[in-house]
């Protein structure tokens, strides 16, 4: 069975870090395109990041640009989303996922024909 399981969301202090995981199950992630998304409440949900591990190719929302960071580990079974200098904006349930391609446009950034989606993971900036 193919599935996602996100981890590590917390409450942290403003200019604070976290590093989110998302572990696969019954697949590699270089065999699918990933993605971070996050919702935040009362908006719809966004990408952050997408990316071809196997290919290191890696996009960023301009809002997460020089502080987020998406990684894996060397048997490509788990994402990373590194966070740093966190914002009370960057308050948000943050979601992976992967699909057959990446969707990049000058205001969005996503994935094509998405095929699974973690569970999310809340993740509050604040003091």
């Known amino acids: 069975e193919v599935k996602l399981v996100e981890s590590g969301g917390r409450l942290v202090q403003p200019g604070g870090s976290l590093k989110l995981s998302c572990a696969g199950s019954?697949?590699?992630?270089?065999?699918?395109?990933i993605g971070w998304f996050r919702q935040a409440p009362g908006k719809e949900r966004e990408g952050i990041s997408c990316?071809?591990?196997?290919?290191?190719?890696?996009y960023y929302d301009d809002s997460v640009k020089g502080r987020f960071t998406v990684s894996s580990d060397s048997a490509k079974t788990i994402m990373y989303l590194e966070m740093n200098n966190l914002k009370p904006e960057d308050t948000a349930v943050y979601y992976c996922?992967?699909?057959?391609?990446?969707?990049?446009?000058?205001?969005?950034?996503?994935?094509?024909?998405?095929?699974?989606w973690g569970q999310g993971t809340q993740v509050t900036v604040s003091n």
């Open positions: 019954g697949f590699t992630f270089d065999d699918y395109m």
């Open positions: 990316a071809s591990l196997g290919e290191n190719i890696i």
């Open positions: 996922a992967v699909g057959r391609g990446l969707l990049v446009t000058p205001t969005h950034l996503g994935l094509n024909d998405i095929q699974h």
